[in-house]
């Protein structure tokens, strides 16, 4: 890590989000190594050179916590200009700010850099994300600017020295986030600093201090200054990272939850209703009744290996029930499916998150009980799965995300159901589920809400199965006609077409045709009586 390599931890763990495993592990593993290398280098110029150099902030934050760090920042007294005197390869980001990128090594595709930012102190925020002005000055001052104590802490990588002018290395130790200063200034000068907070709480399970809690809840309705962009990194960030649940659960309590997520907003008033003893939604498959599923595939979930973000969505729940004894919130039964994901991706926990939002938007018209929230024990959501697609769309597009996000993210909510009972649909509705590309994603999505309604597991045991029998020319087999087919036995283009194709379709993966002839015979019997007219 350094010349004194004793100094601070050095472990293996990523402090990021990563789940990569075998090569993609080692790759990484060299590429952090290169990282710090290259980081230390340009420290050691800056010092040979005459100037004050440390790494600064997030990096040195991860090294106290036990983490490798992806990135390096370095903190210096040398200006921007002489900083580029000093670096051969070098890119302005901010000179204005004090900002210049030194850029390393190639490893594996991959350049790395380091940015190097002059010691600076800054004039006030009128946009709410930049500095009106700078002034350039020394290592207390640049301490004092920065957002929280955590990540205002300096280290010196050739003497293992941590300077710490802010009390950072203290809440660290103590798992505690306190804005550095006061707390309204801070957010005020950058209001993405509201919603940053509660991801750094989630990811680093730390405790939010109580002004700065305060601070948050008393701007939360100003986040939406900020751009969706910059709201949206941050929250595939916090998503996807194991403590999701604790960050869900922080945006909800802080009221960030409303402002960033409107559609989610009554999720914590709507009380599901209490499960009679021994219902199930689904039907047993005839290979579960013959005895052909284990205990272990179809209805216990003991043996099963628990992820860290469902037991915190149990520790975060514990004890704050708002739906009464025997009963749960729609917003606490979806923060036990997004716990109950294992290493999600965006739109997976994006669609865990929104799975059940159309069941809050139709309560919102059924009645109020006494508690003032929705009370909807005798609601069946009909096609509430519809509805929390098309508000899956309003959220993404509201918050920019790229359109592959969203799109995922909707099918994923849009189908949620569609394989409670898979065997009892037919083979032209199942295959193309099974075909479909996110179909591992699907069913991770319905194995969570399964577990967290405890309720069987018998329909993803039925689909891996078919999985695992049914392969790919099965599964999607080439289509048998086209539309040049159409056209030779004497049909015009049209609206037709696509009913006719799909009928073909549906009987070929019914197993009823198998072969080119067999689908334009069954077409010549069924032309007659269907012809269109004129």
Known sequence: MSDNPSALPNSTRSSGNDTRGGADERVSSQRDEQARQF???????????????????????????????????????????????????????????GVVEVLGPRVDGETISVQVATFRSEGPYSDGRHPDSVIFTNAVQDAQRRDFTINGLFYDPLTGQVLDYVGGKQDLQARILRAIGNPRERFQEDKLRILRAVRLAAQFNLTI?????????????????????????ELRRLLTGAGRVRGLELLHELGLLSPIFPELADMPKVILPQPIAGQSRVDHPPEAQAGSLSQDESTSQTTLAIPAAAEQAEKTLEGKCDAGPGSQTLWEHTLRVVGWLREPGFPLSLAALFHDAGKAKMASSSLVDMSGKHSVQNSAFPEHEKIGAELVEHAGRRLRLANAEWQRAAWLVAHHHALDAPWNLPMHVLKPLLAHPAIHELLELIRANLLAHNRSLQPIAFCETKLQEWPR??????????????????????????????????????????????????????LPQNRPSG
């Open 39 to 97: 980081a230390l280098q340009v420290v050691r110029r800056l010092r040979e050179a005459g100037y004050e150099a440390y790494w600064a902030g997030g990096c040195v934050r991860d090294y106290l916590l036990g983490l490798t760090p992806h990135d390096y920042d370095v903190a210096t007294s040398a200006r921007p200009e002489e900083v580029q005197r000093l670096f051969r390869r070098t890119v302005t980001v901010g000179a204005s700010f």
């Open 473 to 526: 020319e099965v599964l999607d087999p080439p289509p048998l006609v086209s539309g040049d087919d159409l056209i030779a036995l004497g049909l015009k283009p049209g609206p037709i077409f696509k009913q006719l194709l799909q009928h073909v379709r549906e009987a070929q993966l019914d197993g009823i045709i198998a072969s080119r002839e067999e689908a334009l015979e069954m077409l010549r019997q069924w």
């Open 209 to 233: 201090e109580g002004e700065t809690a305060e601070a948050i809840r008393a701007m939360a309705d100003q986040i939406t200054v900020v751009s969706a962009e910059r709201i949206a990194e």
